[in-house]
């Protein structure tokens, strides 16, 4: 997907009341089972908070409470993402090597968001 197209989708998307972006996200997923040949690469907390998101709608969950909880899943990967790459950064000064490049994963985050890093 081209970055333009990208962004006027979320541009879009932001617009929407909680309620009708859950109702985008079930037709992107109906979509993707329909016609998409490869899976996005996902974090196992992404994952897991795709559980809890799916388990937390079929159980009518208000769409605030749904909004807080997805909100601190998403903190709790890039906290994990970031623990992941100092980690690696320590290991590779430890060994007094060169860092081994690792796959750039692909942004989840709206073109526009900032990320908060915690040293």
Not at 1 to 24: C, F, H, S, T
Not at 45 to 64: H, L
Not at 96 to 108: L, M
């Amino acid at each position: 997907m081209n970055e333009i197209l990208r962004k006027e989708i979320w541009r879009k998307l932001e617009g929407l009341p909680d309620d009708k972006a859950y109702q985008v996200l079930d037709y992107i997923n109906f979509l993707r089972s329909r016609y998409s040949q490869k899976d996005g690469a996902a974090t196992p907390i992404q994952r897991f908070g795709e559980v809890v998101q799916d388990t937390m709608r079929r159980g009518k969950v208000p769409a605030r409470a749904l909004r807080e909880t997805m909100k601190a899943m998403s903190t709790a990967d890039r906290v994990l993402g970031n623990l992941r790459e100092a980690g690696r950064e320590f290991l590779v000064e430890l060994e007094g090597g060169r860092p081994e490049p690792s796959a750039p994963e692909p942004s989840k985050d709206p073109p526009e968001a900032r990320e908060i890093v915690v040293d």
